[in-house]
């Protein structure tokens, strides 16, 4: 029988999630218990539990988390499932080694920002490879298959709801402190999924195509992709141009096509990684 053979690709990926759940101990053990504040999600449910009935946070969130794994485990791919149970495990893990840890200080918004910054880069490193954190993530797909809601809202909403279960053993300024800090973990968390220089895909409906495209390329420096499509109402053929950028050069490229056709409809949207050895 052959050994699997474990690629660079699954080493980094393994590595990054031990890194990512690391992290995430230290954010919420020196930082968030330290000042006294909460979180949201499962994690977020264990402290109320660590703070009421002093229930550990490694068995807790192995517990729960083990529970929404069972529940949930058909949403997620097998690649993804495999990731997510290891990153489970390290979380738990980690919260126990760290659990002791703590750092002295007098401010309570060091504890906020540090918190937040620590939780939202140890989440965006197990996210950035495929898996989950489990917790409300899958809460999030089971509310978005069977009551059509979106996954970014059902988990915004279970967060809320934690936060508002808070207030059973947290002071009022105590929960505000802890939505600046979820704040700021979802915006590193975006940081570091979308990495140092973001993309962005452009779609433009001009009647001037060929020429706008000429342009694009030649002043922007990005190749454009030209599709035929039809008006709806008017069954008028038209070329739409396609192209992703940098999101440093959005800007000039905005500029670019109100000033060469300002009836241009354009559509901007995120990217999350773009493939391809051509793509600079």
């Not at 930082?31 to 504040?37: T, V």
């Not at 934690?162 to 939505?179: A, D, G, K, N």
């Not at 409906?205 to 495209?213: D, M, Q």
């Not at 030209?226 to 999101?247: A, H, P, Q, R, W």
């Amino acid at each position: 029988m052959r050994t699997p053979k474990i690629t660079l690709e699954t080493l980094v990926n393994i590595l990054s999630v031990i890194a990512g759940a690391f992290i995430f101990s230290v954010g919420i053990n020196v930082f968030m218990i330290a000042g006294n504040l909460g979180e949201g999600g499962v994690t977020g449910l264990s402290i109320i539990f660590f703070y009421a009935f002093d229930i550990p946070l490694a068995v807790s969130t192995l517990i729960l988390n083990g529970i929404l794994l069972i529940i949930g485990f058909r949403f997620l791919s097998k690649r993804a499932m495999y990731y997510t149970i290891f990153a489970v495990i390290m979380m738990s893990f980690f919260l126990g080694v760290t659990g002791s840890w703590s750092i002295e200080n007098d401010e309570i918004m060091l504890n906020v920002l540090f918190g937040g910054l620590l939780i939202g880069l140890g989440n965006g490193l197990v996210i950035r490879i495929g898996a989950t954190t489990a917790g409300s993530a899958i809460i999030g797909r089971i509310a978005n298959k069977y009551l059509d809601i979106k996954i970014a809202n059902a988990i915004l909403a279970v967060d809320m709801l934690v936060i508002l279960l808070s207030l059973t053993v947290l002071s009022v300024q105590q929960v505000l402190l802890t939505v600046v800090a979820m704040f700021t973990a979802v915006k590193v968390m975006d940081f570091v999924i979308e990495g140092l220089n973001p993309k962005k895909a452009i779609t433009i409906v001009s009647s001037k195509p060929e020429a706008l495209g000429t342009l694009i390329n030649s002043e922007i420096g990005r190749g454009v992709t030209m599709v035929n499509g039809k008006g709806f109402y008017s069954k008028e053929e038209t070329d739409i141009l396609y192209v992703v950028i940098n999101k440093s050069r959005l800007v000039r490229l905005k500029r670019l096509i109100k000033k060469y056709d300002e009836d241009a409809f354009v559509v901007v949207n995120d990217v999350n990684s773009v493939l391809g050895s051509s793509f600079v």
